[in-house]
């Protein structure tokens, strides 16, 4: 998969969860036309990679715990050059 691809598609799964659209895993899956167990690698690489992801049994979708962006969780990796 390019690189494009695999930030667009973690654009996508930034905004359903911003919006609280994601829906429980399966219905995640359908939205991002992958597998139930693509859909949870997504998401469990994006807490790898820093985003405050939950999920909320109650109201079954994902959540972020507090507030942030995709941009600013992804890049706060790398340092920068000084």
Same mark, same amino acid.
């Given at each position: 998969? =390019? ?5 667009? /598609? ?5 905004? @359903?969860?911003?919006?609280? &659209?994601?829906?429980? &895993?399966? %219905?995640?899956?359908?939205? @991002? /036309?992958? %597998? /139930? %167990? =693509?859909?949870? &690698? ?6 790898? @990679? ?5 999920? =909320? ?11 942030? &962006?995709?941009?600013?969780? @992804?890049?706060? /990796? ?5």
């Amino acid at each position: 998969m =390019s690189i494009t691809k695999y930030l667009d /598609r973690l654009r996508y799964v930034d905004l @359903l969860i911003r919006t609280k &659209a994601t829906g429980d &895993a399966n %219905s995640l899956a359908k939205k @991002l /036309r992958l %597998s /139930r %167990s =693509s859909t949870l &690698a997504y998401i469990k690489e994006m807490k790898e @990679l820093g985003f405050p992801i939950k999920y =909320s049994f109650t109201e079954k979708h994902y959540y972020y715990d507090e507030d942030g &962006a995709m941009p600013e969780k @992804l890049f706060d /990796r790398f340092p920068e050059n000084d």
